[in-house]
């Protein structure tokens, strides 16, 4: 199944769920003759409505975005905010019934990068910042890039060498980071009023939900060596990215 389909999946069985509180809490609200009992039902099936109306919205302007690749300013901004809101319930509903998280991650991040398209940001080049993965370094090379992305020497053993390229060819920030700690620090050290990030869907997913209020387009690696090493990514795919940014 693809992650469309699994992720309009995960939202149909929050819709359900919630379609039979909701259900449940009006019938007892309504048969029960103590007045407090009955309050609380009522306000407790109105959570649920407003929950219901809020996850068929996501699922109209998603499958809108998805077929148009475009939404009216509005709409992107209560897709945008709706699932960012709703994300941590659909990853809980994702792992109760056994669909695949990565899939529902990815849908997050395809989303974030189809919001941030319909908005037309153009930032000047030294505003930019690319963040890597420490695991797109070839895992036997013995020259330290976290530090400084300029260690490596273009041997053209990983990625690392043609990202370099483009960074010479853009004259952009490159950085590389170990975890969420390292990429905060090189995100509080450059300011950023963008960020073109590369990672796997839990890393993009969690980093683009923490950059609230920062453009973030992310990039999926490739892993054909399994997770967390000697991982790839399409340069075709970055410069897209950059180019989208700094309108090159
Ligand atoms: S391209 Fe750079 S980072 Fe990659 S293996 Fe060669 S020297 Fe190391």
Known sequence: MNEEKSYIKVLLYIMLATLFILILSLWIGFSENITLVKISMLIFGSIFLFILIS?????????????????????????????????????????????DKNKIRLMYTNINNLLIKTKNIKIKKE???????????????????TNDINNCRKCGKCDVDEILRLKEKYDINVVVATGGTLARKWIMDVKPKAIVAVACERDLSSGISDMKGLPVLGVLNDRPNGPCIDTRVSIDKLEEAIKFFIGE
């Open 55 to 99: 996850v068929l919205t996501i699922i109209i302007l998603s499958k809108k975005l998805f077929q148009n690749n475009n939404l009216s300013n509005i709409q992107a901004k209560i897709l945008y905010y709706s699932i960012s809101f709703f994300y941590p319930l659909l990853i809980f509903t994702a792992k109760v019934t056994k669909v």
């Open 127 to 145: 505003n930019l910042l690319i963040l890597l993965p420490h695991c797109i370094q070839n895992s036997k090379c013995q020259f330290k890039i």
